[in-house]
Each structure stands twice: as structure tokens, then as C-alpha cells.
């Protein structure tokens, strides 16, 4: 009885000495649900039921809830983080697909892909405060470092769309590679990293001269090129390394955050889509769409470490920050 | 003084091209056939604007991206009756200043348009003609084809009837010419990717109405009898592109058997029910416009339409040498809501792509399928591939 307590309270301290015990959000797409993962313990622990389609997900800076796009509901729906249960929803407009907040945690920026817009929420008041006009199929959304641009990419119109957040006004529009998907500025706001899906390429823009300054492009042996389909992006805080995933490739490409080399490829499940760190930065969580699972990765060691089991074509993942 | 003048002049003309200067217009033409062809299902009934809708779609999805670069995009249309040369029709819409033309024509018609542009520097989009020979002996290098050919969609069909090990064919030909084109495409890709044609019946296309009040009783006598005696098959394979049989045999055919090619499982550009890779969103927009499906041909304009605003904006320039040049280069990608980006096949400027498989309410599956392996592209094991061709760009 005496071993078996201290043997628990080991396992325990154990688990809490190798990582923090955070929640990572997954949605997945086809089953309509979010999938609650203990990041300590590697499991699922939770699902919730949401929406149609739920795709882009995020907590809010206050952490009190997950935002989730359902698509096909045309809205977004907020979960209550402590009772994890849908408790309201966010007027978007038609198929919103992904969004930021401002570094204030007041509003929020959604891509609508239906309607080529991006829609403006006071998360607060629940309320749309307007639209911005953008490109056709609105997709990537990113906001720079100090809150005053707005980046949005469009899929078909092949466009990074800067926004200027105090005017709401369009001041530059950089083409990039086809079907931009996503849109990520390093922490410090000299790098502007974008996605082209259909390209295959990710163009490092400089978000001051409003240049494409780098471009990179991934070659996997015994890989054909077609299949090379960069989608989300994660840069670590200090810039030094980013995170790319290929989608179909099943891999993660590690690229340096200086030179823009691609270092390394980390095989993970068929179709990856999106990924998030814990808040340490211990690890990074992708969602393997075809394979219904989500890959741990050490980013110290640029190892896959883990892979967890959740619900149909996970899609996207957030993490809470305690 | 002289400096003060000039820098008085640079900053008005500056000032004239931020402030509202006169757009780039790019003028398309739309030349498609002024008769609809029958079919045997009321679904799939041509709409008035088949095709030409699709193009106008892409011309708002161009528009959309041109208002940031001060392009417009224009489109002007022509009907052409069947049979009847179309050199008029061309040569009207060149005298409005339009170089570009997407054109929905039989084979021999497309060739009479190509030709009459010859020496006037227009760019061709076969949107319509599927017939190998236009990318082959008779290509063109200011004819570029958006949509796929019978060698292409026969390939795309035969890969998932050998995956799924359906290797016993039975062939049904119609009796019209172009059926027995397709025939030869399929013929070509069973010897390919080693399925067996067990046997081949034609079925005649004796006239008649495809819509007849009491028609039902007597065809579901006649389809039995029609297919009874074959040998041991998987699937029957029926080739009708005027619709004269094909739809008559899913469920009605002697042996319990799935039917495949003209009907049942049919190989295509594009399909009302696709919606993967964001086609959804392609799909709800033609929706919103038109107020009905998207179909094959609508999407060959489509995409033909998106290329030519795809080169405009990369290239920032109208002019057709320029905007061909690119599209033939390396660098073009069409992305077109089929899980990969289309490039064109620098031997005979058809576009590449893969070919859905529809049973008419979903998508069963998308070729090329797994496990089909090319040295350069997976896309090229559908249709006749570079060694073989014949085609000599000129």
C-alpha cells in the first residue's frame, strides 16, 4: 500500500519533471469534434462536440476560450476552456476558415473564404464590427508583432494582402506562389514567412520594404514534386528555426531561420496540416489529416517522438499557454 | 529651370498612374456551338451557358486579383452553328482588339479558327475537342488544350478498373465516329496497364427520339437481350459519347455487373459533386452565379480563362507572346481544386491534370492512382506520353 502510494506519487513527479501538463486542442474536420490532448501525458483526454467542419482553431489570450471555425455553419463557435462546452458563437461571415486576435486579445480577424473578405470581431461584444475586401478564397491570416498589419492571403488570387489595422485599408498586395494557405510572422517582425500550397514554395517576405526577399523551395528524395505541398508554418521565438509542413509529403521540413536553408525532413503521418508548440517549446504538435493523428516532435532533438491517435481528419491544434 | 520642369512632369505623370490610371484590359473571346447535343438523361441536359459560364466565373476570379494590379478582364461571346466555318466569327472578335479566344468546337472546326487567327498573333484555348489528333498530328503552338483527351480520360478510367482488378472488359462501341476514337483509347489502355477486352459489340445508333413516353418497358427488355451470350467479364465498358445507349445499361445489363466509361462510373475533367482540395469553394461561388452546377466543360473554360489571368499577373503584361511564353515556361502552375497544380506538356500545350471518376452522385475516386509511377510526372501516365507522340509544335 506504502510502495504503491509513493510508486504513484514518482510517476507523478516524473511526469511533471519531463514537461508541463498543458491542453492541446485539436479539430477535426470530419468528425465534427475537438479532440482534448493532456500534453504531459500524450493522451486524449477530452472531445468535445462542435459544428460542422471545424477547421482553424485558437485560444483566446485570456485563455477562458477555444475559438473554433465551423465552416459549414458559417460561424465560429467559443468553448468554455473550464467546462469544455460550446457556450457561444462569433458572427463571421459565410465559411470562415482561419483567424488571428490582435495582441490585445479584443478583436478578431477572419478569412471567409466564401465571400472574399476578411470580417472584423469585437470578441467581447460578440459583435462584427466590418469587412475588409480582399483577393478570392481569403485564407492565411497573420498579424504583425505590434498589432498594425494585418496580413491575409488569398488562394486564388495568389496574394498577400497587408492591412493596415487602424484604417482597415489594403496598402500593399505582394504575389506570392499559388494558393497561399498561410501566413506567419517571426516574433520579432522582420520575417514574414507564406505558404504556397499548389507552388510548393514558402516566400520569406521582408514586411517593411513589402519584398519577397527569399524563397523556399524543398526537394525530397524519391518524392515527386507534386506532392510537395507546404501548408502550415511555426517559427520558434527566436527566429531560429522554422517549422513547415508539406501536407501530402507526410513530412515537416526544418528550415534554418537565418539562411532559409531546409536542414532536415521529420516523417510524420500522410497529410499534415497545421502544428502548434507547447508554450515551452518543448514540443511541437502536428495534425496528420489523412492518418487521424497528431505527431509529437522534440524540438530540441528534431525528433518525432510520439503520435496520438484522434478523431477523423484532424485538422488543426492549438495549445492552451497554462 | 529646365531640371524643375522635368521634375514637374515626373511627379504628374506619377501622380497620373497611382491616382486612377486606365487599367490593363484584356479581351477574351468565347466561341462555342450554338446547338446543344441530346441526351439520354434529363440531368444532363446542357444548360444554355455550359461552358461559357465557367469562363465567366474565372473572369470575375481574375477581375478580383486584377483590381489590385489595375487589370481588367473583358469577354466577348460568339455562337458558332455546327459545321459552319467559324473563320467570321474569329476574325469579328480579333477586329475588337481580342487575342485570346477559348473555344468549344469539334476537332475540324477548332483547326479552321487556329487557322484563320494564323499571322494575327491570337492565342487559342481548346475547351471543348477531347480528340488526341489535336495534340498530336494536327497540334499547334498557338492552340493550347484545356480540356483532357480520350487518351487521357481512357487512362484515367482503366488505372482504378486495374486497381480495383476489374481486368475483364467488355466493350460496348455506338456506332459514330468519335465513338470509335474512345473505343481505340480504351483499347489502348488495357494493353497498357494489362486489363482484357473479353469481347466487343457495337450497338448501333438506329435514330430516334431520346425521350419517348412508354420507352422504359421495352429498354429494359431490350438491354438484356443486347448484352446476353458475352463472355465471362468484370465490367462492361460502354462508349457512347453521343448518348445513345450508354445510360440505359447500369442495372439493366444480363449478368449483375458494373458498368463503366460513357456511363455508370464515367472519367471526367470535373464533376458537380467534386469538392475536395477546396472545390467546395469553386463550387458554392459558380453556385452563387449561375444558379446551377458546375460542369466538365465549364471548368475546361474555366481553367482556360484562369490561365490567361494567371500569366497576366505574373507576367503584368497583356500581350499574347508574352502571356503564351509563360504559360509554355517552367514557372507556370495552375492551381484548379485537384490536389496538385496543372502545367501544361511542353511537347503539345495540353494541360495536365487528373481525372476525376464520377458515378454521378460522388466522386469514387481520382486518377492517377496509386502505385502509377512516371519519371517525371504521375500526370503523364494518363494520355500519350512524351516518346510517343507525334505532334511537332509549329
Known amino acids: 500500500m506504502w510502495l504503491r502510494t509513493i510508486g504513484g506519487i514518482c510517476v507523478a513527479f516524473v ?19 475537438i479532440s482534448v490532448i493532456d500534453t504531459a501525458e500524450r493522451k486524449v483526454v477530452g472531445t468535445i462536440k462542435v459544428g460542422q467542419r ?101 488562394e486564388t488570387t495568389n496574394m498577400a494582402h497587408f492591412i493596415d489595422t487602424a484604417t482597415h485599408q489594403i496598402v500593399a498586395n505582394i ?73 501530402p509529403a507526410n513530412r515537416i521540413a526544418v528550415i534554418d531561420g537565418t539562411s532559409h536553408q531546409v536542414q532536415k525532413f521529420l516523417l510524420v503521418g500522410q497529410r499534415v496540416w497545421h502544428m502548434a508548440f507547447t508554450p515551452d517549446e518543448k514540443y511541437l504538435l502536428t495534425t496528420n489529416g489523412v492518418s487521424n493523428d497528431v505527431s509529437v516532435i522534440d524540438v530540441a532533438a528534431l525528433k518525432v517522438i510520439d503520435t496520438i491517435q484522434v478523431g477523423e481528419l484532424p485538422w488543426g491544434v492549438a495549445i492552451s499557454q497554462r | 529651370m529646365i531640371r524643375t520642369v522635368t521634375t514637374a512632369a515626373l511627379v504628374l505623370l506619377l501622380t497620373a498612374m497611382l491616382a486612377g490610371a486606365e487599367p490593363l484590359t484584356i479581351k477574351i473571346g468565347y466561341v462555342g456551338r450554338a446547338e446543344k447535343k441530346a441526351t439520354i438523361s434529363l ?24 483590381k489590385f494590379l489595375n487589370q481588367r478582364f473583358v469577354m466577348e461571346e ?84 486495374v486497381f480495383k482488378r476489374w481486368l475483364r472488359w467488355l466493350l460496348v462501341v455506338g456506332s459514330h465516329e468519335t465513338d470509335k476514337l474512345f473505343a481505340d483509347a480504351i483499347r489502348r489502355s488495357a494493353g497498357r496497364f494489362g486489363a482484357k477486352i473479353v469481347q466487343e459489340r457495337v450497338f448501333e445508333d438506329t435514330g430516334g427520339a431520346r425521350r419517348t413516353d412508354s420507352g422504359l418497358v421495352q429498354i429494359q427488355r431490350q438491354i438484356p437481350l443486347f448484352l446476353q451470350g458475352a ?27 458494373p458498368v463503366a466509361g460513357s456511363a455508370g462510373l464515367i472519367p471526367k475533367s470535373w ?34 480563362a484562369r490561365m490567361i489571368g494567371e500569366a497576366a499577373t505574373r507576367v503584368k503584361s497583356g500581350d499574347p507572346h508574352t502571356i503564351l511564353a509563360y504559360l509554355k515556361g517552367p514557372d507556370f502552375g495552375l492551381a484548379a481544386f485537384k490536389g496538385q497544380k496543372l502545367t501544361l506538356r511542353d511537347w503539345n500545350l495540353q494541360l495536365r491534370q487528373p481525372i476525376l471518376l464520377a458515378d454521378g452522385r460522388t466522386i469514387v475516386s481520382v486518377s492517377p492512382q496509386e502505385g502509377f509511377l512516371h519519371q517525371f510526372s504521375e500526370l503523364d501516365t494518363l494520355g500519350i506520353d512524351r516518346p510517343e507522340t507525334k505532334c511537332r509544335l509549329k
Not at chain 1, 61 to 74: C, M, T
Not at chain 2, 231 to 257: G, Q
Open chain 1, 15 to 33: 511526469l511533471a519533471g519531463n514537461a508541463r501538463a498543458y491542453k492541446a486542442y485539436v479539430s477535426n474536420e470530419k468528425s465534427n469534434t
Open chain 2, 231 to 257: 463472355p465471362a467479364h468484370d465490367v462492361v465498358v460502354a462508349v457512347d459519347e453521343s448518348e445513345v445507349f450508354a445510360s440505359y445499361l447500369p442495372y439493366r445489363t444480363r449478368d449483375p455487373r
Open chain 2, 271 to 304: 464533376d458537380a459533386a467534386h469538392d475536395q482540395w477546396g472545390a467546395n469553394q469553386l463550387q458554392n461561388r459558380f453556385m452563387q452565379s449561375f444558379s446551377r452546377r458546375m460542369t466538365a466543360l465549364d471548368m475546361q473554360a474555366w481553367s482556360a
Open chain 2, 78 to 161: 460568339a455562337r458558332v452553328k455546327d459545321g459552319t466555318d467559324p473563320t467570321d466569327a474569329i476574325l469579328r472578335l480579333a477586329d475588337h482588339g481580342i487575342s485570346f479566344f477559348i473555344v468549344d468546337l469539334s476537332a475540324d472546326m477548332l483547326l479552321k479558327a487556329a487557322e484563320a487567327g494564323r499571322g494575327r498573333g491570337l492565342v487559342f484555348f481548346n475547351a471543348g475537342a477531347i480528340d488526341d489528333r489535336l495534340r498530336e498530328e494536327d497540334c499547334r503552338a498557338d492552340v493550347i488544350h484545356t480540356a483532357p483527351t480520350r487518351s487521357m480520360l481512357a487512362d484515367g478510367l482503366a488505372q482504378y478498373l
Open chain 2, 43 to 66: 440531368l444532363d441536359y446542357p444548360p444554355d451557358n455550359d461552358g461559357v459560364a465557367g469562363a465567366r466565373l474565372a473572369l470575375e476570379d481574375n477581375n478580383t486579383t486584377g
Open chain 1, 175 to 247: 504575389l506570392v506562389d499559388a494558393r497561399p494557405r498561410f501566413a506567419q510572422f517571426k516574433d520579432d517582425g522582420s520575417e514574414l514567412w507564406v505558404s504556397s500550397e499548389i507552388g510548393g514554395t514558402v516566400s520569406v517576405i521582408d514586411p517593411l520594404k513589402r519584398v519577397v526577399k527569399n524563397k523556399i523551395s524543398f526537394m525530397v528524395p524519391g518524392m515527386r514534386q507534386e506532392a510537395i505541398q507546404p501548408v502550415g508554418i511555426a517559427i520558434t521565438h527566436d527566429g531560429k528555426t522554422g517549422f513547415v509542413a508539406l501536407g
Open chain 1, 54 to 154: 471545424p477547421r482553424g482553431i485558437a485560444i483566446t489570450r485570456d485563455q477562458k476560450y477555444v475559438l473554433v471555425a465551423v465552416g459549414d455553419d458559417d460561424t465560429i463557435q467559443m468553448i468554455d476552456t473550464a467546462s469544455n462546452r460550446v457556450v457561444d458563437t462569433l458572427p463571421s461571415g459565410p465559411d470562415p476558415e482561419l483567424f488571428t486576435d490582435d495582441p490585445s486579445g479584443r478583436l478578431l480577424y477572419v478569412a471567409n473564404e466564401n465571400d472574399n473578405t476578411v470580417t472584423i470581431i469585437d470578441i467581447e461584444r460578440r459583435a462584427r464590427l466590418g469587412d475588409v475586401e480582399v483577393g478570392v478564397e481569403p485564407e492565411g491570416m497573420g498579424l504583425s508583432p505590434d498589432g498594425k498589419i494585418l496580413v491575409n492571403t488569398s
